[in-house]
């Protein structure tokens, strides 16, 4: 005998979905200033500002500096950059 099941709320795939379709949603509203892409890289950093995960921010932060910064043709170095940019972060204790 089969049993009716019935689900209130929505699994976590389907959250996680939904939050994916509001930020596309959110990024194509953005997209509609016709912004450049130096204020593309100012969101970027605006946003990362707001990141719990103070790692998180800060290679994020860095990064996109780097990449202001670089020649796009000339982004040799970088990944080395990258890592010792990472390795001097303090430990996550949290």
């Known amino acids: 005998m089969t049993q009716d099941v019935k689900l209130y709320g929505k699994t976590t795939a389907e959250k996680l979905l939904a939050e ?5 949603e959110i990024v194509k509203e953005i997209l509609e200033f016709n912004v450049s892409e130096r204020q593309l890289y100012q969101l970027i950093k605006l946003l990362a500002d707001n990141l719990e995960n103070y790692h998180h921010m ?34 996550d204790n949290s």
């Open 20 to 24: 994916k379709q509001q930020s596309r």
């Open 58 to 91: 800060s290679i994020i932060t860095w990064l996109v500096d780097e990449l202001e910064k670089t020649d796009i043709g000339d982004l040799t170095g970088l990944k080395e950059k990258a890592l010792q940019q990472l390795t001097s972060l303090p430990e």
